[in-house]
């Protein structure tokens, strides 16, 4: 889209008029969805209400329909659950209820609304929108409104924002609230770790998910569970004993911890349910991503003529899309009639390409095989979480593959002097959930006298670490080896990748800090904090946290400021808190700016919000590291590790010679990232022109373009042309299978 378009769409906002709603079960991130709705609502000039109670406040009209203000939504980004409410609705499910719905909307001239709810709740909006003429005209035809009124409201536009923590919706990657929900499980997986160690139990964890397994399978693959039972995929006949035996079996080799997680919609091949009691009862014979989404969301409302079909907004890798709301719908309930007449392979394909993925890499991490090759694997640079995750994935991967895995301790000083062990099955028990470098990390760049075998790498020093390797080829046979970097750094500054290991745990801890700060000042009247992040020249975790957070500004070094910028914030920020704003939060990358210091930016606002707002600072420092990694970390690094192998494995044998592997070929030393929603291999010598070795980090980077957007949430008079809207995705049942998460 051009920025005149844009430009044209902001104008059109004017006079126009939106509502939102949230619809069914409450999910973790409604909020910040509802906050983003409401807030981009008006900076592009509509009317906004917010609908209380669902479909139910639709029906009943009155004071559940409210228009809202920019501080109707203040402070509730970091709560959880939904602010507006949410309720089942019979009466929607009539024609009656529905035609009183539309009187309820006509009256205040809505003709925009944004559903986030899930399946259910999308369907029924997409009903409601395809019946919307039939609706007026019985309106008319009863003399509720009139003809006039009814044509000026002729058409209904819809947009979808799927909230579900079952993450069971065809078509995105991660749906509103699945997020939190993992990190609920994996809370209560770490807490009993403990005490399954210590006393050599075995517990059975049950988590929801009644027609999809996707809590219960990335949960047993971000812990390392033992044993794992989802509907898309019951265990054959027999089970029992089989579990029994692994469970027996993991003890012998000196494992204390035994995990089994189950769905609670799990079931047998026979269809009959598997309760958690019955497992339990079996193991005992032998003795356990809203605010963008809702910007998109009000931008596809504000571009909508009568001739746009209805959409959902989702997520395709790390950006906003727009996907076509009905098909979405139907493949959803495509998989539930594949499980229904027992065709769970194909079940497992329809939940797309990331599920099946899961469940493959689960199962290969499940079986060891005798050693015939060696490779080694370690950590550089400063730790990041997730690095355990990926170093259990790939030892014991390389394990089943046959061959022989060695860990080499405190980077590339500890491969000089000698520091490296062999691993078995049970070394990395338990690593997945566990933060830092178990392996141990310093920061040291390898000296040419070294020679390794196969290598996977961490950090920022890790790819200049494989690119110097890669450089000593010529002078030293040995480092004619497959070499794989696998980034972990809670900057996320590694070129060649969107996404880094350690760097969602970063956002989360750097988040969670600032809701810290902000909720410390509850009783205190107009106060600005101004807090300092971790990232090096990196923006990527200020920007992040500040969008997760609702900070009126984040300074990062690659969108430069001068003096003049930092007074217009100021100025900006002391208008807001003339009014009904009672906190502030600035944000500041550590290295944004020579001269313009955290000290200097919270004397520059103290000075200046004197006698208006009192200020503070807060440096958040290693904290931002995190203690144990994230799901989407210990998931992430997980299948990192596995491709990192499967790749290693194949290139040593592509270039096996004369008895020995020998490897000289840039598409033999390469990063491993993901960008977009591809993971793919970068030679590091093709990544030399794109990176910024400088200031350690990548010359363009993704995230950039979620600038504006933090802008606007915030109120300023940002130019609407530098918003990047989403994509429209054309969902198919052979587009969902080839999801490649």
Known sequence: MSSIDLEKLKMTGAGRAMAVLTSGGDAQGMNAAVRAVTRMGIYVGAKVYLIYEGYQGMVDGGDNIKLA????????????????????????????????????????????????????????????????????????????????????????????????????????????????????????????????????????????????????????????????????????????????????????????????????????????????????????????????????????????????????????????????????????????????????????????????????????????????????????????????????????????????????????????????????????????????????????????????????????????????????????????????????????????????LGADTAVNAAMEGCDKIKQSASGTKRRVFVVETMGGFCGYLATCTGIAVGADAAYIFEDPFNIQDLKTNVDHLTEKMKKDVQRGLVLRNEKCHENYTTDFIHRLYSSEGKGIFDCRVNVLGHLQQGGAPSPFDRNFGTKLGVRAIQWISERMTENFRQGRVFANSPSTACVLGLNRKVISFSPVTELKAVTDFEHRMPRVQWWFNLRPMLRMLARYQTSFCEYVPGEIEHVTRRSIMELNV
């Open 69 to 500: 203000n920019w501080q109707s939504v203040s402070n509730i980004i970091q709560q959880g659950g939904t602010a507006i409410g949410s309720a089942r609705c019979k009466a929607f499910t009539t024609r009656e209820g529905r035609i009183a719905a539309a009187f309820n909307l006509v009256k205040k001239g809505i003709t925009n609304l944004c559903v986030c709810g899930g399946d259910g709740s999308l369907t029924g909006a997409n009903i409601f929108r395809c019946e919307w003429s039939s609706l007026l005209d019985e309106l008319v035809q009863k003399g509720r409104i009139t003809d006039t009124l009814a044509k000026q409201h002729a058409h209904l536009n819809i947009v979808g924002l799927v909230g579900s923590i079952d993450n069971d919706f065809c078509g995105t990657d991660m749906t509103i609230g699945a997020d939190s929900a993992l990190h609920r499980i994996m809370e209560i997986i770490d807490a009993i770790m403990t005490t399954a160690q210590s006393h050599q139990r075995t517990f059975v964890l049950e988590v929801m998910g009644r027609h999809c397994g996707y809590l219960a399978l990335v949960s047993a693959l971000a812990s390392g569970a033992d044993w794992l039972f989802i509907p898309e995929a019951p265990p054959q006949e027999g089970w029992e004993d089989r579990m029994c035996d692994r469970l027996e079996g993991s003890r012998t080799t000196g494992s204390r911890l035994n995990i089994i997680i189950i769905a609670e919609g799990a079931i047998d091949i026979n269809g009959k349910p598997i309760s958690s009691t019955y497992v339990k009862d079996v193991s005992v014979k032998i003795r356990e991503e809203g605010s963008k989404l809702g910007v998109e969301a009000v931008v596809a409302l504000m571009e909508a003529t009568p001739d746009t079909p209805p959409c959902a907004i989702g997520l395709s890798g790390n950006q906003a899309v727009r996907l076509p709301l009905m098909e979405c719908v139907e493949m959803t309930k495509l998989v539930q009639i594949a499980m229904d007449e027992k065709r769970f392979e194909e079940a497992i394909k329809l939940r797309g390409g990331s599920f099946e993925n899961n469940w493959k890499i689960y199962k290969l991490l499940s079986f060891q095989k005798p050693s015939k090759v060696s490779l080694a694997v370690l950590n550089v640079g400063a730790p990041a979480a997730g690095m355990n995750a990926a170093v259990r994935s790939a030892v014991r991967l390389a394990l089943t593959h046959g061959q022989k895995v060695y860990a080499v301790h405190d980077g590339f000083q500890g491969l000089a002097d000698g520091k490296v062990v062999e691993m078995e099955w049970h070394s990395v028990a338990g690593w997945t959930g566990q933060g830092g470098s178990l392996l141990g990390t310093k920061r040291y760049e390898p000296q040419p006298q070294i020679t390794t075998i196969a290598v996977v790498l961490y950090h920022f020093l890790g790819y200049a670490g494989v690119l110097q390797l890669f450089e000593a080829r010529g002078r030293y046979d040995e480092l004619c080896i497959p070499m794989c970097l696998i980034p972990a750094t809670v900057s996320n500054n590694v070129p060649g990748t969107d996404f880094s």
